[in-house]
């Protein structure tokens, strides 16, 4: 599945595809019109009180991607523009966390990654 991620205050390239923001909440600093977009999925975010007890801490990781895609599982739908795009190209989940490692983009890359084969064959 060709998904990758990166930082929203890298700049946009062509290699990018379908770009997607991945944050409930819109990146400090920035205005919608400086991000070259295709959407802004705050529904595919974690939900502000999961977010808020993970706070980027790394030695929460596993715990924050297991609750999160329990989130994930109990709303498939949230994910549908993503498979649907990827399912066409390149897709980038943009996100505004400055640990690249630990962040929800990545976590719901591995999502989307470990699920694919069943979507796949679902009609998107």
């Known amino acids: 599945m060709p998904i990758r991620t990166k930082r929203v205050y890298e700049l946009a390239a062509a290699e990018d595809g379908?770009?997607?923001?991945?944050?409930?909440?819109?990146?400090?600093?920035?205005?919608?019109?400086?991000?070259?977009?295709?959407?802004?999925?705050?529904?595919?975010?974690p939900s502000d009180a999961l977010r808020r007890w993970f706070a980027h801490e790394p030695d929460k990781w596993r715990e924050f991607r297991g609750r999160y895609f329990a989130q994930l599982d109990a709303h498939p739908e949230v994910t549908l523009p993503i498979l649907s795009a990827a399912a066409r190209g390149r897709v980038t989940l943009v996100f505004g966390a400055s640990d690249v490692d630990h962040n929800n983009a990545v976590?719901?890359?591995?999502?989307?990654?470990?699920?694919?084969?069943?979507?796949?064959?679902?009609?998107?």
């Open 18 to 45: 379908v770009r997607f923001l991945v944050d409930r909440l819109w990146p400090r600093g920035l205005k919608k019109t400086e991000l070259c977009l295709d959407g802004w999925l705050r529904d595919a975010a």
């Open 107 to 124: 976590a719901l890359r591995d999502y989307l990654e470990a699920r694919y084969a069943e979507t796949a064959r679902l009609p998107i």
